[in-house]
Every structure is written in structure tokens, then in C-alpha cells.
């Protein structure tokens, strides 16, 4: 029976590992997007992007700043079936169609871009100091290649100074537009050589242990 249990166990972590993956990341103005694709099952692909503010500075850093909108386009301009499945509070307006970033927030005109962000009005979240990290989550439906084209990430920013009266003002900060080009994350060679060796060390000791 465990004998059994180790190679079911040996085929299920296998076959997670067969599940197409993908990631990038890029740095803009100290800000670090990290994009990650996973797909479930076929036809369906959960898209994770983190946003690390931590370091953001567009040279605006002695006054507060904020993100207030993320975007995203894929399939060099390619619509899509998008959901959203969490993101950070405040981050409460979700354009799933041909919406992208601009100073305003969600409300550029971008065909195939999807988008997030504060309402337009809002300064946004907290952006340039540890613990400034923003993660989203979102569900596209459809065929995607994600391998062979350049893809987009958006972000919009705002700061706050105050003069001399006491009076705060909001200003237009940084909008960030980067390309990401995604490639397979696959297993290291070795990494697989070592588990493939684990398991067939398992088995063999069981065996020993029933003669």
C-alpha cells in the first residue's frame, strides 16, 4: 500500500509540474512588476501580478506617493475574457475590456488591455516605503499564447505636497508603461534528475523493508 502511495504521489507531483507556466518581471522608476501565468486547465489561465513599491522613486520622493492604477495587455492587443479574483482594498474599479492606465486612472482607451485601480479621483495605495506591495489576481478565458508576444504592463502613480498654508495638493505622477515578454518557467534538469532519484530511493527502501 505504500509502495502504491509513493508512486501515485510520485505521478501527481509530475504532473503539476506539466502545467504550463510563465513569468517575468520588470523595474521602472525603482517599482518591480512581477507578472506569473498559470493555466489550471485547458482554455483557463490564472494571471498573478505583484506590484513591490518598496523602492519607487520618480524623483518625487520626499513627498508621498501612491499607486492609484495597474493594467495589463495581452496578445498585442488581443481581447479577452477576464475576471478579476482579488485584489488589495481600495483597488475597487475593474475594467475587463479595452480600458487601460492613464493620469486618470482606468480610463485610457487601449484595445485589449483589462484594468485596476482606485476610483478616478482617489490618490491610490501607499507607494515607496517597505511593506509597499501590492498583489492581484485575475482569470482569463480564452486561447492565449502567452510564450511569443510582448505584452504590457501599465501603472499609474500620484504624490501629495503640501504648502506652506497647511494646504495638500494631488499632482500626476509617474505612468509607467513596460513591456514584458513571458517565457516558460520550467523545472531545472537537475532539479527533476533529484526527485525522479528521491522516489526511486523510496521505493526501493519499502521494498526492502517487506522482504
Do not use: W
Not at 505584452?151 to 503640501?162: G, I, L, R
Amino acid at each position: 500500500m505504500l509502495k502504491c502511495s509513493l508512486l501515485l504521489t510520485s505521478v501527481a507531483v509530475l504532473g503539476l509540474a506539466a502545467i504550463p507556466a510563465f513569468a517575468d518581471t520588470v523595474t521602472d522608476d525603482g517599482a518591480t512588476y512581477s507578472l506569473t501565468y498559470a493555466s489550471p486547465s485547458s482554455g483557463v489561465y490564472n494571471i498573478y501580478l505583484t506590484v513591490d513599491t518598496t523602492n519607487y522613486d520618480d524623483g518625487n520622493s520626499a513627498d508621498p506617493n501612491y499607486l492609484q492604477a495597474v493594467g495589463l495587455e495581452l496578445n498585442d492587443g488581443a481581447n479577452v475574457n477576464v475576471t478579476l479574483l482579488y485584489a488589495p482594498a481600495g483597488f475597487t474599479d475593474f475594467e475587463d475590456s479595452d480600458k487601460g492606465v492613464n493620469n486618470g486612472g482606468c480610463t485610457a482607451n487601449g484595445k485589449g488591455f483589462f484594468c485596476v485601480g482606485y476610483p478616478s479621483g482617489d490618490l491610490g495605495a501607499p507607494a515607496g516605503s517597505a511593506g509597499d506591495v501590492y498583489s492581484f489576481i485575475f482569470q482569463v478565458n480564452g486561447p492565449v499564447d502567452f510564450g511569443s508576444l510582448a505584452d504590457t504592463v501599465e501603472a499609474n502613480y500620484n504624490y501629495t505636497t503640501t504648502n506652506r498654508n497647511g494646504v495638500t495638493n494631488t499632482h500626476n505622477g509617474e505612468l509607467a508603461d513596460d513591456s514584458i515578454t513571458l517565457t516558460p518557467a520550467v523545472p531545472e534538469p537537475s532539479s527533476m534528475m533529484l526527485f525522479g532519484t528521491g522516489i526511486l530511493g523510496a521505493i526501493t527502501a519499502v521494498r526492502r523493508r517487506r522482504v
